[in-house]
């Protein structure tokens, strides 16, 4: 999936958890795509969704925003959502707005599927 600002990939692990990988600025306009395939990993039946942000540039509130609806909505399936790998402009607006302390926040991909 694709816009112009912002590309989606995902993959499924051999554990059953599905990673999405994001690419580019995740903001109003985009914030969609990444959603899509999020609710994608759970019509497919994927309980525990990784989302790979080390190639995500830019994230405004729609995306904190999105985090949280998703980390909710992962709870009450009995699964997680776990964010992955968030670069430094990513992980200063996570700590400015303490969502670090309420998000399953990880160094790596592995360590996300690890947890």
């Avoid at 990444?34 to 405004?60: I, M, Q, S, Y």
Wanted: hydrophobic residues 50%; aromatic residues 6%; charged residues 20%.
């Amino acid at each position: 999936m694709s816009t112009d600002i912002l590309s989606v990939t995902a993959r499924d692990t051999a554990g059953g958890a599905r990673v999405v990988a994001a690419t580019g600025d995740l903001d109003h306009d985009s914030v969609l795509v990444l959603r899509d395939a999020v609710e994608a990993a759970w019509t497919d039946g994927c309980v525990h969704v990784v989302v790979d942000l080390a190639l995500v540039t830019f994230c405004d509130s729609a995306g904190l925003s999105f985090f949280v609806e998703a980390h909710r909505r992962a709870q009450a399936r009995h699964g997680s959502f776990r964010l992955a790998a968030p670069g430094r402009a990513v992980q200063y607006v996570l700590e400015a707005t303490n969502l670090g302390r309420y998000l399953s926040i990880h160094p790596s991909v592995d360590e996300a599927l690890a947890a």
